[in-house]
Structures are given as structure tokens and as C-alpha cells.
Nanobody, 127 residues
């Protein structure tokens, strides 16, 4: 069984920064992929960023490129998302997820590619 626990959400003003963390219980192998999704009220859950645990392949959705950075710490089994220059449209619940099965090549980008999820952490960006 795998458990993912997010932390680091909160309320900030436009232009501010937050750092989200996701701690994974259980072994994470180099071929596993992990992602950060977000779901705003009334909208579909969307992939924000993802990383192959080996670190060799990273994805960022276009709207956050240059402002968000994804990283992982092997020793602490932790994935992080540094979010800078936050905009109001970043307001959402942010979820981390892991794809252990890797049934598809490349970065998994679909919600159904991921088999375990965290409980989510709220990010609110206000002007």
C-alpha cells in the first residue's frame, strides 16, 4: 500500500510563492512517475507538472513554465512543487499522485494513468 501526503498549501497574494511537498510512504522506484494535479472549483482536474522519479524527464504545463519547478528528494521520498509568481487562476486544490505501473511510455499526463493519490492541499491566490 502506498500513501501520499501533501503539505504546503495556503493563502497568498498574487505574485507570491508557495512550496508544496508530497511525502510518499513505500518504496519509489526510478521508473515510477509522480505528478501534481490541481482542481479548481467547477473544473476538471488537470496535470500541472510531473516527473519521472529518476529525474531524467520533467513536464510542466505551459501556463506555469518559468514560474513553477518540480523536484524530488530520493532520500526523503518527497516530491516538491515550487510555485513562484502565483496568479489568481492557480487557486485550486493540489493533489500529488504516483504512477507505478507505467503502462504508457513517456510522462503520464492523464488522471487515469495514476494509481495512488494524496488527499489534496488547498492553494488560494488572492489579489
Amino acid at each position: 500500500q502506498v500513501h501520499l501526503v501533501e503539505s504546503g498549501g495556503g493563502a497568498v497574494q498574487v505574485g507570491g510563492s508557495l512550496r508544496l511537498s508530497c511525502v510518499v510512504s513505500g518504496r519509489v522506484f526510478s521508473n515510477h512517475a509522480m505528478g501534481w494535479f490541481r482542481q479548481a472549483a467547477g473544473k476538471e482536474r488537470e496535470l500541472v507538472s510531473a516527473i519521472i522519479w529518476s529525474g531524467g524527464n520533467v513536464y510542466l504545463t505551459d501556463s506555469v513554465k518559468g514560474r513553477f519547478t518540480i523536484s524530488r528528494d530520493n532520500a526523503r521520498n518527497t516530491m516538491s512543487l515550487q510555485m513562484n509568481s502565483l496568479k489568481s487562476e492557480a487557486t485550486a486544490i493540489y493533489y500529488c499522485a504516483i504512477d507505478r505501473l507505467r503502462l504508457r511510455p513517456g510522462i503520464p499526463k492523464r488522471r487515469e494513468d495514476y494509481d495512488y493519490w494524496g488527499q489534496g492541499t488547498q492553494v488560494t491566490v488572492s489579489s
